[in-house]
């Protein structure tokens, strides 16, 4: 299995992922079925974790203002359903010519309630979406900062994630170590409406990776006009903050305090961000 695993890892760099590790089955243990991957295949073992970065550039135009368009379809849909989507597919390929079988999954929110009825009496009623943020955890890629937007430690929150499982056993990535989100609360200082509480926290456990985040008011940001925009996929989906205030806020201070290895020759934020 070491081979297969060198193998993925030699095409996820040829395909130009970003991130890329592996869970075994034993870290979903007790997770509940509607967010569990292997609800979808039951069979499998591995689960692999592929992100590609959302491009600091993307979210340029927000940040000044005036552009949201060129992250909607870089930073957002066309990361996840063009870019993503092919290099994921692409993995399968891989995986099912060496014989083990790879099931792809797109990162729909879990949120969004059963479609259907069950097909027989003790399976989940369709469709089953797995929890992308805990996968990305439980596969040593990433923590769920204050923000309880997902880190990693190259990019912090800037990347998107599709999913592979696969019935090969595939040695684990270990879980990340160390925080990169140092707590600083300049994510909950810069929202203006106060939906992240700097008082009222959640201790998060993954995998029994314990963290912090901070309570969140998820009306405020589906109601948020400094970048913030609504799920696009399902109404009961979480908002997509990436380009919000409180997380370019964020982005500046990680990159400030070297926090990622993604760092650039010049700052993000260069003057009052621009608040409503
Ligand atoms: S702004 Fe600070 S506290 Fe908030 S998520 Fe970023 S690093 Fe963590
Ligand atoms: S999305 Fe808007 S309302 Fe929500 S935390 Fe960020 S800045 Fe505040």
Not at 125 to 149: H, I, R
Request: net charge negative.
């Amino acid at each position: 299995m070491k081979a297969l695993k060198q193998k993925i890892e030699v095409f996820a760099k040829e395909a130009g992922m970003d991130v890329l590790g592996f869970a075994p089955k034993e870290r979903f243990e007790g997770l509940e079925a509607r967010r569990n991957p292997f609800t979808v295949f039951p069979e499998g073992e591995t689960v692999i974790m592929l992100g590609k970065r959302v491009c600091r550039g993307s979210l340029r135009g927000v940040e000044e203002g005036s552009n949201f368009g060129d992250y909607a379809c870089f930073g957002r849909n066309w990361l996840e359903d063009e870019f993503l989507a092919l290099a994921c597919y692409d993995l399968t390929r891989v995986l099912e010519d060496e014989g083990w079988e790879a099931c792809p999954l797109f990162p729909n929110p879990t949120e969004a309630p059963a479609m259907g009825v069950a097909v027989t009496p003790g399976k989940e009623a369709p469709n089953v979406y797995p929890d992308f943020t805990y996968a990305a955890v439980a596969a040593g890629v990433a923590e769920v900062a204050y923000s309880g937007m997902v880190f990693s430690k190259e990019f912090g929150p800037r990347q998107r994630f599709h999913m592979v499982i696969t019935d090969a056993k595939l040695p684990a990535t270990p879980l990340l170590e160390q925080s990169v989100c140092d707590r600083c609360m300049q994510c909950a200082d810069s929202c203006p409406y106060g939906a992240i509480s700097k008082t009222e926290q959640n201790q998060v456990n993954i995998a029994g990776k314990v963290m912090t985040v901070g309570k969140l008011d998820e009306g405020k940001c589906r109601a948020c006009k400094n970048g913030a925009l609504p799920n696009r996929l399902h109404a009961k989906g979480q908002p997509d903050r990436m380009a919000a205030l409180c997380n370019r806020t964020c982005i500046c201070h990680l990159e400030e305090e070297r926090l990622i290895g993604n760092v650039f020759e010049n700052p993000f934020r260069t003057s009052e961000p621009w608040v409503r």
